[in-house]
């Protein structure tokens, strides 16, 4: 895996949530020296710039399919997006989920704590049963599964983010104060939208595998009509697998 660009984490401090890089000093320069990056560099190249952060990952083929033709991300990832894929979950306090992407994957509980967005409060099966405080729920008052997902989890462990709709602004500042200062979310696409409407997600880390699929597959966003600026910081490749480290402006 090499560095093809890559600039630096120069940026704001003191504001919350800093719109963009203000800075160009390259973390490592995209050289010979760089072709083959540790662990340890990939550490580096990918820290959180400031906490609380909110990355996003997805891995999508080049004409642009979120899934194979199995309605997972399995069938389209590959071993580079996998090493991303499992240091960012390294770097990472908690992980957020959907919960139609917990079911879709199939979500075990992990090393890190998971939080599972949904409207419905319903607990994904794959997700019943673990240890109390490794998997969250956050969702809303007016959910169907609520109690069903206090009695699964714990009360303290299901998040009543509003009335009739999960507020993912009170969700980020939420996890903040529960110590998950460094958020990785995984998708899917639905909360995706939501968390760029609601402009909390700080960056997105997005591989390209080369790869065509053709189809109607699903994109990593739901649908909604968005207007988002993007700030490339990292741009590493490995055998035609793109993977771009991006900010998101606010
Ligand atoms: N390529 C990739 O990297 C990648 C990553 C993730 C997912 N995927 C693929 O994406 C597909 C799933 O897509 P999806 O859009 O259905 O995934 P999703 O966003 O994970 O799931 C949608 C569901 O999550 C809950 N949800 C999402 N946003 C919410 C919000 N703002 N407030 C409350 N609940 C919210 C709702 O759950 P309830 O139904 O419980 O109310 C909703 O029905 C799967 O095929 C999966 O393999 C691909």
Redo the contacts with the bound molecule.
Sequence with gaps: MRVLTSAGQGLDTGAERPARPTRKSPVLEPDETNADLSDDDLRELYRAPSTPWLRV????TVDG???GAD????S??NDADGRVFHLLRELSDVVI?????????SYKPGDKPIV???????V?DSLRGAELGRVLM???AS?P?LSEACSLLGADHVLELGED??D?VALKQALAERGFKDMLC??????????LI?GVADELCA?QVPTLVGGTH?R?T?GLTLDVHLELALLLEEDGTLLARWFIAS
Excluded: Y
């Design positions: 990952n997805f891995v999508s399919a979120a899934t309605g997972r991300s399995g389209i990832n989920v959907g919960a139609g992407t917990a079911r879709a994957e599972v967005v949904s409207l419905s409060g319903e994904p956050a969702t809303c959910a599964g709709k999960v993912l995984e998708g899917g696409p639905h909360l995706f939208d939501g968390l609601a591989s699903t990593i739901a």
